[in-house]
T-cell receptor, first 113, second 117 residues
Framework: QKEVEQDPGPLSVPEGAIVSLNCTYS??????FMWYRQYSRKGPELLMY????GNKEDGRFTAQVDKSSKYISLFIRDSQPSDSATYLC?????????????FGQGTILTVHP | GAVVSQHPSRVICKSGTSVKIECRSL??????MFWYRQFPKQSLMLMAT?????????EQGVEKDKFLINHASLTLSTLTVTSAHPEDSSFYIC?????????????FGPGTRLTVL
């Protein structure tokens, strides 16, 4: 079983839709949770960074963490064609892990006009 | 802020040659840098972690003699793929983290696409 599971999609939605992206994890040591966006042939770009259960909002993006269920989500409101990319969840254990991130497989999102 | 660059962005080489990829943090000092490899439609796989001034720590299954990592300064790490073969063709991405022993997030470079003929 992988430490982090993410539905690879692909996910196709119309412009303006609400998008929900999800990851589950099995390692209880994960304490920090990130969402990255990666455009084709580019490096990942950090979107959201959270470390506690609950919601964190930044513009059209909301990150949700439920540590009791080992489940995290990213919601995108009013999705735009420019949001079309691969979205990667990433997790970090606390302590002296030296920042080793564990990534999900990535979900390919297409927002069509 | 928090910009990481990589050079070259794309390289094509013949089998058996060595290729060096540079990763630079442009506006911060990076005590820790990470090297990842990404195959098409797959996620990032960590290859190694390098701390400035010390030897890199390689992930299981990654040949340290084939993938040489040098992190000689706080703003530069290099990955050298020695005696490259077609199976080494991949997208190589570095990331840099400003603080050692910290949970600060990593900032990624734009990646280097390596094609070995």
């Amino acid at each position: 079983q992988k430490e982090v599971e993410q539905d690879p999609g692909p996910l196709s939605v119309p412009e303006g839709a609400i998008v929900s992206l999800n990851c589950t994890y099995s390692n209880s040591a994960f304490q920090y949770f990130m969402w990255y966006r990666q455009y084709s042939r580019k490096g990942p770009e950090l979107l959201m960074y959270t470390y506690s259960s609950g919601n964190k909002e930044d513009g059209r993006f909301t990150a949700q963490v439920d540590k009791s269920s080992k489940y995290i989500s990213l919601f995108i409101r009013d999705s735009q064609p420019s949001d079309s990319a691969t979205y990667l969840c990433a997790m970090l254990a606390g302590g002296t892990s030296y920042g080793k991130l564990t990534f999900g497989q990535g979900t390919i999102l297409t927002v069509h006009p | 802020g928090a910009v990481v660059s990589q050079h070259p962005s794309r390289v094509i080489c013949k089998s058996g040659t060595s290729v060096k990829i540079e990763c630079r943090s442009l506006d911060f000092q990076a005590t820790t840098m990470f090297w990842y490899r990404q195959f098409p439609k797959q996620s990032l796989m960590l290859m190694a972690t390098s701390n400035e001034g010390s030897k890199a720590t390689y992930e299981q299954g990654v040949e340290k003699d084939k993938f040489l990592i040098n992190h000689a300064s706080l703003t530069l790490s290099t990955l050298t793929v020695t005696s490259a073969h077609p199976e080494d063709s991949s997208f190589y991405i570095c990331s840099a983290r400003p603080q050692r022993y910290s949970t600060d997030t990593q900032y990624f470079g734009p990646g280097t696409r390596l094609t070995v003929l």
